[in-house]
């Protein structure tokens, strides 16, 4: 059975630092790894996916890696601003015998950032 | 191009009443996952619809059932409704879940509280 794990619990920085996000998941097979961002009572947002067979994503500010063997991915914020201010979800999607996937996300409990003007 | 949408935003129930929750998938999509996510916990799967059945279901018990209409949108319902069943139902969307790309895109949330 997946178990996805995630650390910090909770995160409060200053405007401007740099910062990192902790997954990691017990199986390997997998399909591939996305991070999401949800607002207080607000539904998810897609940030970066990284496919199995790749080593990291990059949009904007944001940077995803992952290390299929070690069981980890890391979500990189650069220089942080108040408006990223939300929790952080990594999911794991199972990848399947015939090498494709049935779908079934695997969430993490989140990292509640707090970036502080 | 609408995103995927659920109806209603709240609800409140009282137990052994039953509930049902609607979503309507991004244009496009045919795929439909439900998710259930108690208070500050990560999403829990409850079960995936596609082309009008159900695929693949999470470890939720019978109580929780769904359906999948010709035109892709998607009901949760809920019977005997518990105390515990009071949580945020978010619905999800994809294109092609076989694809490695594949994003999957979540709606609003429906939240449903139980008295």
């Known amino acids: 059975k997946q178990e996805v794990t995630q650390i910090p619990a909770a995160l409060s920085v200053p405007e401007g630092e740099n910062l990192v996000l902790n997954c990691s998941f017990t199986?390997?097979?997998?399909?591939?790894l996305q991070w999401f961002r949800q607002d207080p009572g607000k539904g998810l947002t897609s940030l970066l996916l990284i496919q199995s067979s790749q080593r990291e994503q990059t949009s904007g500010r944001l940077n995803a890696s992952l290390d299929k063997s070690s069981g980890r991915s890391t979500l990189y914020i650069a220089a942080s601003q108040p408006g990223d201010s939300a929790t952080y979800l990594c999911?794991?999607?199972?990848?399947?015998?015939?090498?494709?996937?049935?779908?079934?996300?695997?969430f993490g409990q989140g990292t509640i950032l707090t970036v502080h003007p | 191009d609408a995103g995927v949408t659920q109806s209603p935003t709240h609800l409140i129930k009282t137990r052994g009443q039953q509930v049902t929750l609607r979503c309507s998938p991004k244009?496009?999509?045919?795929?439909v996952s439900w998710y259930q996510q108690a208070l500050g916990q990560g999403p829990q799967f409850i079960f995936q619809y596609y082309e009008e059945e159900e695929r693949q279901r999470g470890n939720f018990p019978d109580r929780f059932s769904g359906h999948q209409f010709p035109n892709y949108s998607s009901e949760l319902n809920v019977n005997a409704l518990l105390l515990g069943d009071s949580a945020l139902y978010l619905c999800a969307s994809s294109f092609d879940f076989r694809v490695s790309t594949d994003t999957q895109y979540f709606g609003p949330g429906t939240r449903l509280t139980v008295l």
């Open positions: 244009s496009g999509h045919d795929t």
């Open positions: 999911a794991v999607c199972r990848g399947n015998a015939g090498g494709t996937s049935y779908g079934k996300l695997t």
């Open positions: 199986d390997s097979a997998i399909y591939n």
